[in-house]
């Protein structure tokens, strides 16, 4: 049983910053491929960033530039930084992984407007 724990939304104004952690209990942190995801109001899940076991990242092309995801195994923490927010990334961010099943967080809302 893996549990992740999302932090570090909040509200900002258009072309702030916010950095995203993911806590995941247990051990092996480091062997898994770790995503972020988004859901905006009214629509469906999206990808938007994965890291894999080896430090690749992968980017939807809507935020590449602007966002960076990045781990720390020693810590069992995946960041996500985001720069140059925009009111159509305003959603709630989950915390992604699968080890034999999916494991998801609860999510952290990020609110993006003047």
């Known amino acids: 049983q893996v549990q992740l724990v999302e932090s570090g939304g909040g509200l900002v104004q258009p072309g702030g910053s916010l950095r995203l952690s993911c806590v995941a209990s247990?051990?092996?942190?480091?062997?898994?491929?770790m995503t972020w995801y988004r859901q905006p109001p009214g629509d469906q899940r999206e990808l938007v960033a994965r890291?894999?076991?080896?430090?690749?990242?992968y980017y939807a092309d809507s935020v590449k530039g602007r966002f960076t995801i990045s781990r720390d195994n020693t810590k069992n923490t995946v960041y996500l930084q985001m720069n140059d927010l925009q009111p159509e990334d305003t959603a709630v961010y989950f915390c992604?992984?699968?080890?034999?099943?999916?494991?998801w967080g609860q999510g952290t809302q990020v609110t993006v407007s003047s």
């Open positions: 992604y992984t699968f080890r034999g099943c999916e494991y």
């Open positions: 890291i894999t076991a080896v430090g690749n990242s």
């Open positions: 247990g051990s092996g942190f480091g062997l898994y491929a």
